[in-house]
T-cell receptor
Framework: GAVVSQHPSRVICKSGTSVKIECRSLDFQATTMFWYRQFPKQSLMLMATSNEGSKATYEQGVEKDKFLINHASLTLSTLTVTSAHPEDSSFYIC????????????FGPGTRLLVL | DAKTTQPPSMDCAEGRAANLPCNHSTISGNEYVYWYRQIHSQGPQYIIHGLKNNETNEMASLIITEDRKSSTLILPHATLRDTAVYYCIVKGWTPLVFGKGTRLSVIA
């Protein structure tokens, strides 16, 4: 099956710093990638849809200036949490559709962010 | 996207079949039924999906009723490693939207 990786797997940072999370499709090209966030004991919440070569589409309530998304190539999307605060501590998960296959999303292993 | 209703939790004895139900009475004609699962602290794993016919793969079987208003995911021989939260999602040409899912506990 299609493989999606994320880096780092976990990160601890100080309040006020910025953190970049990478999402890569390893064995397929992905025109579209998605970013989700999951708080403890809750379900995944879609944050934004990332399209290669264009601006991301953010879900209602998600601040686009705080969560910067870049999808510069068909295999890489990045999420930067700017000026992170403790309430941004969460499990961030990306997923991707293989180009030409809109039916199935494949998920990365997730990145656990802890902001102190 | 149509909403789904799943029981919050289920138990299953190891080695027995696990049957996870899902109601999706407002499903549209072009929407598929997807099943994913999430093992603790990992990303969701794709299991199976279908439109109207029953589907089977190496992981599970998906039974969709003729009116498409409900479906059942079947894990034929549950193992301890199948303990996870199982999500039933109805989806068209939009991203996956996750509900609360069913927490399946496989018991030795």
């Amino acid at each position: 099956g299609a493989v999606v990786s994320q880096h780092p797997s976990r990160v601890i940072c100080k309040s006020g710093t910025s953190v970049k999370i990478e999402c890569r499709s390893l064995d397929f090209q992905a025109t579209t990638m998605f970013w989700y966030r999951q708080f403890p004991k809750q379900s995944l919440m879609l944050m934004a849809t990332s399209n290669e070569g264009s601006k991301a589409t953010y879900e209602q309530g998600v601040e686009k200036d705080k969560f910067l998304i870049n999808h510069a190539s068909l295999t890489l999307s990045t999420l930067t949490v700017t000026s992170a605060h403790p309430e941004d501590s969460s499990f961030y998960i990306c997923s991707a559709n293989p180009s030409g296959d809109q039916e199935t999303q494949y998920f990365g292993p997730g990145t656990r962010l802890l902001v102190l | 996207d149509a909403k789904t209703t799943q029981p919050p939790s289920m138990d299953c004895a190891e080695g027995r079949a696990a049957n996870l139900p899902c109601n999706h009475s407002t499903i549209s004609g072009n929407e598929y039924v997807y099943w994913y699962r999430q093992i603790h602290s990992q990303g969701p794993q794709y299991i199976i999906h279908g439109l109207k016919n029953n589907e089977t793969n190496e992981m599970a079987s998906l039974i969709i009723t003729e009116d498409r208003k409900s479906s059942t995911l079947i894990l034929p021989h549950a193992t301890l490693r199948d303990t996870a939260v199982y999500y039933c999602i109805v989806k068209g040409w939009t991203p996956l939207v996750f509900g609360k899912g069913t927490r399946l506990s496989v018991i030795a």
